[in-house]
């Protein structure tokens, strides 16, 4: 009679963090790209979630993922996050990094600069109310992500991540193309992947290219 499984050779979980202006939907395609294989979740984050109160801390967002995972008897998971839900990732790292096995990531606000912020603030107010109703997120609470990013710097922690980082840029995106490559100096062995004809927004305008890109990432043997 063949022996059970060990736990320990199934793979892990993936945790997928949406990205500002996005919803948990926003990774349907990636799913269905992805494919079978690996259990998958993709959580609202605190402080996104559409009854949450108007604000947002990075610190609290990463404790409410831990504490779901844990909740799921999660032991370590491999996280694929976009914009602030990069960001959350990397707290995770830095914060509990036994939770964190493998990172891929795209977009980090890491140190975002006030003319980004500005940027983004402006682009987040063109965004018809329809689309954003569409998306399940509001445009207030938006608003509130990049207000508390202010002066936000977290690159002083970023030597104390251990995991395994893939860092994704789209081509069209070149500040964030930068930003990936120099984020790539502060943290031990991480690599830079551009996928052609992408914006910043990977997850669901490359949905395949991230997943092939993920797969190989998540794949690739321990050294």
Do not use: C
Request: hydrophobic residues 45%; without cysteine.
């Amino acid at each position: 009679m063949p022996s059970a499984p060990d736990p320990d050779d199934r793979p892990r979980p993936l945790v997928l963090l949406h990205g500002l202006g996005q919803s948990p939907i926003a990774w349907q395609d990636f799913v269905s790209a992805y494919g079978a294989g690996r259990p998958m979740t993709a959580p609202w984050m605190k402080g996104l979630k559409p009854k949450d109160p108007i604000g947002f801390d990075l610190g609290a967002a990463a404790s409410g993922v831990a504490d779901e995972l844990e909740l799921q008897g999660v032991r370590q998971a491999d996280f694929v996050g976009v914009s602030v839900g990069a960001s959350v990732a990397l707290r995770l790292a830095v914060e509990r990094p036994e939770l964190v096995g493998r990172l891929v990531l795209a977009g980090a606000l890491v140190r975002p600069g006030k003319g980004a912020l500005r940027m983004q603030r402006l682009a987040m107010r063109l965004v018809p109310e329809s689309k954003l109703i569409d998306a399940g997120v509001s445009r207030p609470r938006m608003l509130a992500v990049l207000d508390a990013l202010k002066g936000f710097d977290g690159t002083e922690s970023l030597r104390t991540v251990t995991a395994p980082v893939l860092l994704v840029a789209g081509s069209k995106d070149k500040a964030g193309v930068v930003a990936a490559q120099e984020l790539s100096q502060q943290l031990t062995g991480a690599r830079v992947e551009v996928i052609d004809g992408a914006g910043p927004l990977v997850n669901s305008e490359s949905a395949r290219e991230l997943a092939d890109l993920t797969h190989a990432f998540l794949d690739e043997p321990v050294t």
